[in-house]
């Protein structure tokens, strides 16, 4: 008799909220989970702490940090210095958007994937309570999705590859609700895009202001630190 | 009276002779070119100083190298020292083939491009004389552009991002031959997986063979500095 092995999967863990759920939900569904965290020059270099934390706690096999200069090109609040994250949403698509990174963070868990012989990325990405990111998008997944089934060797020898963002369509409260289902510790996740070196949250960024509204219309209290 | 202002473009170059040529193409057709090199943790690092050169001697107005640890990942001889260099072509797609690495780069290049303001990005790849790896063929490249055009800020705002293989028909004479044309130094390229730190190929893995034939199929003399 053989033991069908369970399948593996790459899970992109940002240390944030959603991509903790993400990961719970992974595991729920019988994956082997290896979650991959990009370090990509962010700001808010305590999120990555906050994915290795998530990553432990929620039962991922391995967590692996890969580590890009994404300084060096620039281009958004989160990656130079010289622009400020805003504290007010705006009209458009806000500077804390990162040039091409949700493509970039894919192709990376695409390479790791084909190494590791998973077949499945999952990603946190949500297109209801969001920023307005154009890399957060289903038909961006989609794409994404299609590019994946051709770009490898895994691929041209038959092997499907699935991306799945099981988040895209919830608000936040629903996934603040999944989380507690699953027993998601959200005091160990960092979302704010400038918390401090403890991971302390400022309150005032579009990602605070989202988080916390997720708990207010779950009614669930709020465990987030803040400074 | 306005003057047009020359297109900006990202170009993928290598330091090997295929994007070496790329950039000649892109320069004679008017962009302004900025060049981007992946220092990916590749075995020959000697690569990255002709890019430099190649950069340069070819007319790029700058020219940036992005360091993404993919040794992290590894699954490739060329990013893992304990899997060989082939000295021999065998059947499938070899040992060389770096999973998701082109994926990667030009997932960077769009990152760039979107900060520059750059509608085009062009790269080397070809389906040709090639050592069969899958993300070379056009198929994906398509499946890059449509993808590009899903995710980015700028692609949002409608500003149309095309991904250039100018020498994905062409065979390695034909790209030789066009080099010559457009006055490509070829010696200052270096190709081979293993290069020593000098740059002196070692005329015995799949890209110094399929480079030597090229050469020797257009009957240009092969300027390759060998060990």
Known sequence: MTVTPARRAVILVSGGM???VTLALARERGFTCHALSVAYGQRHASELEAAQRV???????????????????????????????????????????????????????????????????????????????????????????????LATKAAVEGAALRVHAPLMRSSKADIVREGVRLNVDFAATV?????????????????????????ADAGVADPTLYV
């Not at 039962?59 to 010289?82: C, M, N, W, Y």
């Not at 918390?195 to 509204?213: F, K, S």
Request: glycine letters at 10%.
């Open 18 to 20: 959603d991509s903790a």
């Open 55 to 149: 990553a432990r706690a929620l039962g991922a096999v391995e967590h692996k940090t890969v580590d890009i200069d994404l300084r060096s090109i620039g281009g958004s609040a989160l990656t130079q210095d010289s622009i400020a994250v805003p504290d007010q949403a705006g009209s458009g698509i806000p500077a804390t958007y990162v040039p091409a990174r949700n493509t970039i963070m894919l192709s990376i868990a695409l390479g790791w994937a084909e190494v590791l012989g998973a077949g499945d990325i999952f990603c946190g990405v949500n297109a209801v309570d969001y920023s307005g990111y154009p890399d957060c998008r289903p038909e961006f997944i989609a794409a994404f999705e299609r590019l994946a089934n």
């Open 191 to 215: 979302s704010c895009y400038q918390a401090d070196r403890h991971g302390r949250a400022c309150r005032r960024c579009d990602a605070c202001r989202l988080r916390a509204q997720g708990f």
